[in-house]
């Protein structure tokens, strides 16, 4: 799929009323997938009826929840669906897309911000290799919940860390450990 020539870019999807989609950028036809991909590239889009010339990126971006969900990659609990459902008509409608939005936007600041700190505490220690190693396999987890993920190769097993030969290593290992407690509490608050 070719990208425009600035990322910055709103690509103008086109909905025809035989439920093809155009993309104006490649002059293609796509999907849904497509438009998926593109989101997780974090490409803008804005989807609009061929036709009318009507806004209806949210029901497109509904319609590729649905599908993923049906695919099994299941991300929306039942009772989140229902507390959400009730939502509507409500006099706090007005305030839950903000919520939701900014919502999202602190987990994935805090996803940012766990690897970070992680990354710097162990960055120099003896454990280092391990700590990446964990990393990895973190990260692997978290995408694994992402609509579209693909699941991770496994990973030949490493061979164990040498033990500390030290009290000065030791006591090296305490203090990254307390530096990492105190990061993390940070985060959480």
Known sequence: MKKSSSKGDIVIIKKYANRRLYNTDTSSYITL??????????????VVDAKTDE???RNVLTQIIMEEESRGQTML??????????MYGDSMQAVVPGYLEASMDSFRRNQEQFRTAVEGAFAHGPFAEMAKRNMAMFEAAATAFQPGAKPAEPQP??????PAKSDGEIDALKEQLAKLQEQIEKLSK
């Open 157 to 162: 097993p490493q061979p164990a860390p040498a």
């Open 33 to 46: 997938d497509h438009l998926a991909a593109m989101t997780r590239e974090g490409r803008e889009f804005k």
């Open 77 to 86: 609990p039942v009772n989140f669906l229902r507390q959400l459902i009730s």
């Open 55 to 57: 806004d209806i990126t």
